[in-house]
Each structure stands twice: as C-alpha cells, then as structure tokens.
C-alpha cells in the first residue's frame, strides 16, 4: 500500500506541479502583453522614479511576468549551486540576469516565458508514458469487504490479515492474492500479464492484486497482501525502475559537469571577439543542455511503459540499455522451454509395492514442497483419494531430490545421483526401470524408503508452443542459445532436438550454483549473457547473468526480486520482443544524444554570428527538446 501510495502521490504532485506553472505561465504571458503594448504603442511616460532611474508601465509589466517565469529558473540555479550540483538551468539565468542589467526587460521576460511554455509542451508530450505507469500504480485498490461476523463490510486495506474471507463482487479489482473459496467467474489480468484474455476462476484457483472480476462474484481467502502481494512488488520494480539511472544518462551527468565552464569560456570569447553583448546572452541560451539531459530519461520511460502494458515488467533501464550488447542466451528447460505444468505419467513400484503405496510415499516427502515436481506428485496423489499429510522434518536439496522423516520412517525422492549422495545403491531391476523412462523422453524419480529403492515416478513435461518459434528467432537475432537444466542429459537432449538447440549446447544435470558457475565462465570469456528461467531454483543464476528473464511468475514472488526482467504473461512470446525494445531504446537513446549534440552546437554557432536573437533561441532551444521527447515518445508505439 505504501509503494502504491508513494507513487501516486508522485504523479499527483507532477500534476499540482504542471497545473501551477500552467497558472503562472499564463499570467506572465498577459503582463508581457502589456509590456509590449506599452513600449510599442502607448509608449507611456515614467510613472515615477528610483534614484533618478525612470520606472515605467513596461518596465513593471515586464519584471512582474519574470517573477513569475524567470525567478524561479534562477531560484533553482542557486539550489543547485548551492548543492554543488551542476544544474541545467545556469546558462539560461544567466542570460535572463544579463538581460536585464543591460534593461532588455522585454527580451528577459520573453525568454524566461519561452523556457518555461517548452517545459509544459516537454510535460504534456512525454506525459503519455507516465500516465501509462501512473494507470499500473492505480489499479492498487485501498479498501477490501471482509466478512466480520455475518456480514461482508469495507475495512481499509491496511487492515486484512492472512485467512480473512474477502469479497470480490463483479468489476471490483481484486485487493488481495488468494484463494478462491467460493464462486465462479472471469478474471481480466491484463494488468498483470498483457493478456487481454479473461481467465476462468474456480474454488481453489489463485487471484491476484490488481486483476479486476468481471461475471460473478468470488469469496476469496487472503494470502498476501499490499507489498507482499504479486501487484504491491510489481509497483515497487516501476517505482524503483524509474528512478535508477542507466550507463547512458551517467556520461550525460559527467558531459554537463564541464560543458557548462565551456560554454561560459565561449559566450566570454564571443564578447571579446564582436563587443555585442546579446550574442553571448544567446549563446547562453541555446546551449541549455536540456534536450541531452532529455535523451536518455525520455527513451527509458516510454520503453517502460510500452513494457509494462504489455506484462513485461523491467527493473531498469540499464538492463534495456544491455540487450545491445547480449550475444548469448541461456535457457533453462522445465518451466521455460517446457510449460513447467508436470504431471506424473506413469508408476513403477519395485519390491513387492503397488503404483499407489509408491505414489503415496512419494506424495508424503513432496508434501511440503512448492516444485513444479512436487505439485505434479501431489495433485497425482490426491486423484487417486491418497492421504498426503505430513507431519515430520522435510530437507529439500536443490536440484537433486527431497528428503523426509516421518514417525522414524525415512523417505528420499529424487534423481540416481540424490540417492547415491546421501549412500543408497541402485538395484538393476532400479535402473532398467529408468532406462525405459529415458527412452520415451520422460523423466525418472526414484523413491526409496528406509535404504531401500521402492519404485520410481516418470514425471512428464510437454514443450510449449512457441519455444521451437522462439529458439529460432534467437538464433537470427542474438546467435547463439544454449541450455542448461539441471535434469538428465537424455531428457534434455530430447528437448533440445525438439526445440531446435544443437545437442553439443546443452549442458544438463547440473545444481543451481554450477549454473551460475557456467554463466560465471561466459562471462569471463568476454561473453554478455541473457539467462532465461522460471524461477525455480533459478535464482543464482538469474543474478548472475547480464540479463536474468523470469517467466509467468504470479505465484513466485521471489523471482520478482532475484530476474532483472519479469515476463508476467505465462510463455516465451514476449522474450523476443524485450530484447527487440531493449536494442530499439538503446538505438533512439543513440539517435537523441548526436541530435542533441548536433543540433545545440549548430545554434550556438548561430549566435555567435548574431542570426539568432535571445528570443528566436529560446525558441530553438524548445524545438530541439520536443524534437527529443517526440523521437522517444515512439517506443510507446513500438512494433515487433
């Protein structure tokens, strides 16, 4: 809630801000009017004097309008001088300063007014992208109807706790991730995934913060809620994204640091060299460095914003800015070139055992867990009316197995090499069983309780639709793919022949942290890395990589903290299409900095020669500007 809140108090104080200078850029722009009238026509006597100074009717037109527009430019210069921070905003109060020592109150008042109408025309034409990530923190809801008693009353978010009955009724947004406990309907989670689908909801399915109900209404038992929800972290990465600075708009920051004593030396030559003083004052105009500071911030918010419409949530611009450089990508294979949705395909009880005294014992030791594999276990065992209460010490061994005692009973699940570490032997009958399992590409559990195999588990995968198209699509852009999986080398060698990965590119059977060590390696052969997981298991080497993609993670909320990149909407699809935005933001950040460059260097020469006045570079220096946002601003329309 509080992540929710803070943004949107930010945006709200942008508008305050925006609706402020709206106010003020207007009355200053009736008293330059004035101003003008009075010189031009009227042409109005002194209406006193200061030190025998004349002050006249324009004169005071004209000041009271800088009040409004140049005071503040000039007050932010000195905050930031006095901060030591180098401010954009110098060279134009000095050339306002200097405008008006030299009594050009008009040519001041003009200027500041200028400057200050191209910052409103700058906000209202990058404003599309804010109002698209503002519309994200918006959907975070501040009240939920909660059953106290026998009633279903409104009680402020802050105040649900974990196993309140929540009610959902039709178009309301969903304020809590839970479960559903009764009722049915459709659930729009575009906001969370880019799929404009709504999506069936049952007793017992998952809802999520965010998403808004739409048929019928549901009675939905809390689970998390506010920052702990999926929503509440995917507000925080927008926050958080939009507030990090990338590679790009650093070298900005440290380019301005001494442009600005430069443009300073040359505004001094130019005096020196022609004795006119507007020359320089123009100079000092046109060479604000705003549309350079522009380049980079514009480009990265419209890329988040077109990403996050689209389920594709990015933790920064930095990692939009390294998708030109990646040159290989990493996939891991349950769960993301495989649909991850396991299932138990057949049973092989050894010893004397029947398939479901073997899918019991099983289902007991996975009783705790959250894998995929033992979600396929348990969902196996609850088909067939089995009892998978347990109540003992469960040890979970990444990558390998599982581990559990129950009532001094011990029972292991897990691969050839689990049981061998933890000193079991195989039997032959054992391994023939799991050659027949490798054949037909599936992929063998061994179960053994006390020191004795019992059985085995062929848990089966399926290969997602868009993974052959994907796999190829990287090939073409990126070149190289590989695939690591920490299954055995004759399941993921069936999956790579199916997807179209070359077999000597597939490193399989190996641990969470020899996959960080394998990308470690890339690495430090000079090699830019995208990994691509689901988030099981996948957390070291999500942050190992130049890029760490997790997929479709609504449920595990985790790999929100450990992928740079989450795509929300459940498959590969949107893959090609990040590393597409990241390479077309890095390209229109390219293009806006040699245009800024370009273009403020061309002016400046221009004043030096005395063709541009102080107000025609005013209004030059906001062309060049809203030249930038509006280059930006087509990533919001971004075609892949």
Request: hydrophobic fraction near 45%.
């Amino acid at each position: 809630m509080e992540i929710k809140m803070a943004m949107t108090e930010r945006f709200r104080d942008v508008r305050k801000g925006l609706g402020r200078e709206i106010v003020l850029a207007s009355v200053a722009g009736v008293l330059i009017v004035l101003s003008l009238l009075f010189e031009h026509l009227f042409h109005l006597s002194p209406v006193f004097f200061v030190a025998t100074y004349p002050i006249t009717p324009q004169m005071v037109a004209a000041l009271l309008s800088l009040s409004f527009t140049g005071a503040p430019i000039i007050w932010g210069s000195i905050k930031g001088l006095l901060r030591r921070e180098t401010n954009v905003d110098e060279l134009v109060s000095l050339a306002i300063i200097g405008a008006v020592i030299l009594g050009e109150y008009n040519a001041a008042a003009i200027v500041a007014f200028i400057m200050v109408l191209g910052s409103l025309l700058e906000e209202h034409a990058s404003g599309r992208s804010r109002r698209d990530i503002e519309a994200i923190a918006a959907k975070h809801p501040t009240h939920a109807f909660v059953l106290r008693g026998t009633q279903f009353v409104a009680v402020p978010l802050e105040q649900v706790v974990v196993g309140d009955r929540v009610l959902v009724r039709p178009g309301d947004i969903v304020p809590v991730d839970g479960r559903v406990e009764l009722g049915e309907s459709r659930v729009d989670e575009s906001s969370l995934t880019g799929e404009s689908i709504p999506v069936d909801k049952v007793t017992g399915d998952a809802v999520y913060t965010g998403t808004t109900n739409q048929d019928g209404a549901l009675q939905v038992v809390a689970l998390k809620m506010g920052e702990d929800s999926t929503y509440g972290k995917i507000v925080h990465l927008i926050k958080e994204a939009e507030d990090q600075r990338v590679p790009a708009r650093r070298i900005v920051d440290q380019f301005v640091r001494w442009y600005t004593p430069a443009v300073l030396v040359i505004a001094g030559v130019i005096w020196l060299a022609t004795g006119d003083i507007f020359r320089p004052i123009t100079i000092l105009v046109v060479a604000c460095p705003c549309a350079l500071v522009l380049a980079t911030p514009s480009a990265v918010l419209s890329a988040l914003a077109y990403a996050a419409r689209r389920g594709i949530l990015i933790k920064g611009g930095r990692f939009l800015e390294a998708c030109s450089d990646v040159d290989i990508v990493a996939l891991d294979k349950t769960g993301t070139l495989t649909t991850g949705q396991l299932i138990v395909k057949e049973v092989f009880p050894l010893k004397g055992n029947g398939e479901v005294d073997i899918l019991a014992l099983a289902a007991k030791a996975e009783a705790g867990s959250e894998h995929p594999i033992a979600k396929a276990i348990l969902n196996a065992a609850l088909a067939h009316g089995l009892d998978v209460s347990f109540n003992g010490q469960i040890q979970t061994h990444p990558g390998l197995g599982i581990k559990g005692v129950d009532a001094d009973q011990h029972v292991a699940v897990g691969s050839q090499r689990f049981l061998e570490r933890i000193g079991l032997s195989i039997p032959e009958e054992a391994k023939s069983a799991e050659a027949a399992i490798f054949a037909s590409g599936k992929t063998p559990l061994f179960v053994a309780r006390g020191k004795e195999v019992v059985g085995l588990v062929s848990i089966e995968d399926h290969i997602r639709p868009e993974s052959c198209k994907v796999v190829k699509q990287l090939q073409e852009e990126i070149g190289r793919v590989v695939m690591l999986s920490g299954d055995s080398g004759e399941v993921a060698q069936v999956v790579a022949r199916q997807c179209g990965i070359p077999f000597h590119t597939v490193s399989a059977e190996l641990l969470p942290d020899q996959k960080q060590e394998y990308l470690r390696n890339l690495q430090n052969e000079g090699r830019h890395v995208c990994y691509v997981g689901d988030g099981t298991n996948d957390g070291p080497a999500l942050a190992q990589a130049d890029i760490g993609v997790s997929i479709g993670t609504r449920e595990d909320t985790i790999a929100l903290d450990t992928a740079h990149v989450v795509l929300m909407q459940q498959g590969l699809e949107n893959l090609s299409l990040f590393l597409a935005l990241g390479r077309r933001t890095e390209r229109t950040i390219n293009i806006n900095l040699i245009f800024a460059i370009s273009f403020g260097f061309t002016m400046m020469a221009l004043a030096a020669t005395g063709i541009l006045t102080p107000i025609l570079g005013a209004i030059s220096h906001n062309i060049g500007s809203l030249m930038v946002i509006l280059n930006s601003a087509r990533l919001i329309k971004f075609k892949f």
